[in-house]
């Protein structure tokens, strides 16, 4: 019998640059080490405010604690800014990061770059799953990228999931885009918490699980961010 | 000094009406020019001229918005039959004909507004709520739509195709909501 998920629920069909970068790595080994330093994976983060950025600041170091050595950039702002977590004795040739976090406010400056994933920081309120549908009905206008929602705010997890359902429903029937939930982050954690610090720790590490095993990231031709010396 | 913050209870009318006649640049931008403070129409509005000239109609209610939002469709079409004569009146206006708007105050988002708000360019909402600091009435406003993006010389010129523009769209230009996604979103 043929199992039917929802298509809420389940993951939208592989990229073509996936294909593509599963092609180079696996079919052609020497292209492949040829091109390795001209690709990014990077996963762009659409925040909701810029407060948010304690999230992906934290992420960052949990993956690269995790052996995910991480670059932190914001494009697209006034100072733009990187932050490598990475030791000083990783330190490799460039290119070799595995991951790049992008941390951007503003859809426009992820529809530049046309990548193919988006996580989107989504504050736990009706007027928050409101803006993010609106976020997503843009980015879907502009390719219909892969949309992993991270909640922020909710008393619990059932509330975060009654905001998630809410969202992901609204999206499949209005603009058929499933998203994948990606986890949440309470309300009682929060930047600057050092009580909670360990609390909170297992909620990221618990959203950076999620990223990994399913290989949510896009992939970008040179547009890794510029290393400091 | 302390500051003591507590939620007022709802006003009356002539309350609402003199604190909004204070707060009318807030409404409306500076340089704005208080015409009537009780214009003989229903709901008897507020009547402002803007900076940039227009006839500006404050339409307010303290408890009911639906009222709220249709003495004030109402108050601008007779504000549009008798813009000749509103003109000559009112010498802020400096006889420039220009088109009004309208300003809808009330306590709570008025049912049906956001389909209104689409069609109509020149209308903006306004969510109030009363505060006594130290004793002291204040009035809170909140803006519930964002001002046009388009100066208003553009409004009529057909919308550029948004596929076309990805690099200027932004946080503040999102993609309107239908009625049956608003519908959606109204509750959790």
């Known amino acids: ?229 | 000094m302390k500051l003591k913050i507590e939620s007022a209870e709802t006003p009356d009318r002539e309350q609402l009406r003199s604190l909004l006649t204070e707060a009318a640049e807030q409404l409306t931008g500076t340089g704005t020019n208080i015409l009537e403070t009780r214009l003989r129409w229903d709901g008897q509005p507020l009547l402002l001229a803007d900076a940039n000239l227009h006839p500006v109609l404050v339409s307010f209610e303290p408890e009911h918005s639906e009222a709220a939002l249709l003495n004030g469709l109402r108050g601008v079409e007779q504000l549009c039959n008798a813009l000749p004569w509103i003109n000559q009146v009112y010498e802020p206006l400096q006889q420039q004909q220009q088109p009004p708007k309208l300003v809808v105050v009330a306590r709570e988002f008025p049912p049906g507004a956001s389909a209104v708000l689409r069609l109509c360019p020149g209308l903006s909402l306004y969510r109030y709520r009363l505060f006594s600091v130290n004793g002291e009435i204040a009035l809170w406003l909140e803006h519930l739509n964002p001002p046009p993006a388009m100066p208003a010389a553009q409004e009529s010129a057909p919308r550029q195709d948004a596929a076309a523009l990805p690099q200027e769209a932004s946080n503040d230009i999102l993609p309107p909501l239908s009625d049956a996604e608003s519908a959606y979103f109204q509750q959790l």
């Open chain 1, 1 to 229: 019998m043929v199992s039917r998920l929802n298509p809420a629920w389940q993951r939208k069909s592989t990229s073509s640059s996936r294909l593509a970068e599963i092609s180079a790595r696996f079919l052609g080994t020497t292209q492949a080490a040829t091109h390795r330093d001209d690709f990014c994976r990077a996963i762009p983060f659409l925040l909701d405010t810029p407060a948010q950025h304690w999230i992906t600041d934290e992420l960052g170091q949990i993956l690269t604690q995790r052996g995910h050595p991480c670059t932190l950039c914001h494009p697209g702002e006034a100072n733009p800014m990187e932050h490598s977590f990475r030791q000083a004795q990783a330190a490799e040739a460039p290119g070799s990061d595995e991951y790049c976090l992008l941390a951007v406010t503003c859809p426009a400056t992820l529809l530049k770059y046309g990548v193919d994933h988006v996580v989107l920081l989504v504050p736990a309120s009706l007027d928050g799953i409101r803006d993010a549908y609106q976020r997503i009905k843009l980015l879907s206008q502009h390719g219909a990228p892969d949309v992993g929602i991270v909640l922020v705010g909710p008393r619990d997890q059932h509330a975060a999931w009654r905001y998630f359902r809410k969202l992901a429903v609204g999206t499949l029937r209005y603009l058929d885009v499933p998203l994948l939930n990606l986890g949440f982050l309470p309300e009682q954690i929060g930047p600057g918490q050092d009580a909670e610090a360990s609390h909170r720790h297992n909620f990221l590490a618990r959203i950076s699980e999620r990223l990994l095993h399913s290989g949510f990231y896009s992939t970008l031709t040179m547009t890794t961010p510029r290393r400091n010396a």
